[in-house]
């Protein structure tokens, strides 16, 4: 899912280092856990949501079939069995009987049909509504060309759900664990629409509910007492705290008004160590730091022009210079080690001298009609953080050494990922992608066709299309890899996308709090951490 990272600030190393020291001044309130979240939510509505951010308090707030448990391992959530059928196309979920919203209404499998319907329909507009499509005819639904009712999805009782699929899916159970996946209240959307998830008129099935929303301030989640296991939740009260500039967020930690941070400034884990210990916390993610690029826009159409672009992208001075090694060069969009694949293939560069690789860029630049008395020139669009205008500055410099004319614009994360997901135009801009499962589909996914709201420069190469469908119908696990591995070969030489790092997760985990594990799926669900003092 999208990662909007920070908003712009000029505060450097030094600065950020003079606050002073672990000290932890602020009384901490003893019943509630101050979050440090990576931006304000555009919604609460799970249907509408994309981002990490959103993400985290929806985990709070809803329960899915499944969810994860604080080493990131899935786990029954309002689904307490399941079965499979032998074609592995239909599973069949029992609800757990004590699952109830937090107004006490029992929590029933219809209320999943009504969810999972929702979503799928066109006139939702979900963003993310594609990550759906296993469902059977989900697509055709989603387009309009079937109804809602023709969704593979039925409740032959209160407590029976049963999904129908287009074809065996192996990462199924980690997607119902997905914000895509969550129940709403039915009475709650027929009575407020789409105001549903305001805070006075929220109803939720997960270990918390919705208190207050103050934006660009807190959002404060109070535990719901008519959870099923309300009484192992040990924090009372959330209140996750928007985040977006890094410096700051650390000084406040610091002051003892944030808990935990779920991220740092890259270039200064070394200092953040030193001052802090072992509050700071890294761990494995899935995730991707990429530059999208215009392919419906000339020159950027030119894949000779994508190309000399990525050839210079120095990715081992980013990830260990700038992001202080919480970041892995990316040379592939898919990561090493995910599930039911093998190892990706790459675009062209790790191995090569970097004086070869200018020599290569400037002569695919030349061909494609650049040079001295015409040299290309770049809007690079990035979303502000500290480490992603370190990152714009350096990429630019790196471009500079083959002639190429960088202009920066940037805003907030909110207004930047909302203007790509609308279609606005642009020359290169940042993207970065946290996935939502283990598996090479949910990288590749997001440059096929059609898939805009995910693809904002509109890449659609039928021959990768065709790679992405046979991989989707083949059951055979093995050959569904090679489908995927040459499904990626297509775009790591064609650069819709430019891969630059891959991500690793990084926190600051005040001692009063317990709980916390770092896991690859980067879930920490409040349900399953404590308090101490």
């Given at each position: 899912m999208l990662r909007p990272h920070r908003r712009h600030c000029l505060v450097g190393g030094a600065a950020l280092l003079a606050a002073g020291g672990v000290g932890r001044a602020a009384a901490a309130p003893a019943d509630l856990y101050r979050r440090g979240n990576d931006a304000d939510p555009e919604t609460l509505d799970p249907h509408k949501s994309s981002t990490v951010a959103e993400a985290h308090i929806l985990r709070d707030l809803y329960e899915g079939l499944l969810t994860y448990d604080n080493h990131g391992a899935i786990i029954p959530g309002a689904a307490t069995t399941w079965t499979v059928s032998e074609d592995r196309l239909t599973y069949e979920f029992t609800l757990r009987a004590d699952g109830r919203w937090s107004n006490g209404d029992p929590v029933r499998a219809a209320d999943f049909v009504f969810a999972l319907r929702r979503i799928l329909a066109p006139a939702t507009a979900a963003k993310y509504a594609e990550i759906l499509f296993p469902l059977k005819?989900?697509?055709?639904?989603?387009?309009?060309?079937?109804?809602?009712e023709a969704l593979g999805v039925a409740a032959p009782n209160?407590?029976?759900?049963?999904?129908?699929?287009?074809?065996?899916?192996?990462?199924?159970?980690e997607l119902l664990t997905h914000q895509t996946s969550l129940p709403v209240h039915p009475p709650s959307v027929a009575r407020h629409g789409d105001a549903f998830a305001r805070a006075a008129n929220s109803v939720t099935n997960g270990p918390y509910r919705l208190r207050e929303v103050v934006p660009n301030d807190r959002i404060t989640l109070e535990r719901n007492p008519h959870f099923h296991a309300a009484a192992t939740v040990a924090i009372p009260q959330v209140a996750f705290l928007p985040t977006p500039d890094l410096s700051s967020a650390v000084r406040r930690y610091a002051a003892g008004e944030i808990d935990s941070l779920a991220d740092l400034p890259g270039d200064q884990i070394a200092s953040l160590q030193a001052r802090f210990g072992t509050q700071v916390v890294l761990g494995p993610a899935l995730g991707l730091y990429a530059l999208a690029v215009n392919t419906r826009k000339a020159p950027f159409d030119d894949v000779r022009v994508r190309r000399a672009l990525s050839l210079v992208i120095d990715r081992e001075f980013l990830a260990s210079k700038l992001w202080g090694e919480t970041m892995e060069p990316a040379y592939a969009l898919c990561p090493p080690g995910l599930d039911h694949y093998r190892t990706p293939p790459e675009t062209a560069g790790?191995?090569?001298?970097?004086?070869?690789?200018?020599?290569?860029?400037?002569?695919l630049l030349a061909a494609a009609g650049f040079g001295e008395g015409r040299p290309l020139r770049v809007e690079y669009r990035f979303n502000t953080s500290d480490n992603n205008r370190n990152t714009a500055?350096?990429?630019?410099?790196?471009?500079?050494?083959?002639?190429?004319?960088t202009r920066f614009v940037y805003t907030d994360a909110k207004t930047h990922f909302a203007y790509l997901r609308d279609g606005g135009d642009f020359d290169v801009a940042r993207m970065s992608w946290i996935a939502d499962y283990s598996d090479p589909q949910n990288f590749l996914?997001?440059?096929?066709s059609g898939n805009d709201g995910l693809n904002p420069g509109h890449y659609s190469n039928p021959a990768y299309d065709a790679l992405m469908r046979r991989a989707a119908a083949e059951r055979d696990i093995a050959r569904r890899a090679d489908l995927l591995y040459e499904a990626e070969a297509v775009v790591v030489t064609e650069l819709p996308w430019i891969p630059v790092m891959h991500t690793r997760s990084k926190a600051l985990i005040a001692p009063r709090l317990a709980g916390y594990h770092p896991n690859l799926r980067n879930a920490a669900p409040t349900r399953f951490l404590r308090l101490t003092a």
């Open positions: 005819n989900a697509r055709s639904v989603n387009q309009g060309a079937l109804p809602p209160e407590r029976r759900l049963v999904l129908t699929l287009e074809q065996p899916t192996p990462y199924l159970l790790r191995e090569v001298l970097p004086i070869d690789r200018e020599d290569e860029a400037r002569a500055l350096a990429i630019a410099d790196m471009w500079r050494g083959i002639g190429v004319v996914f997001l440059l096929e």
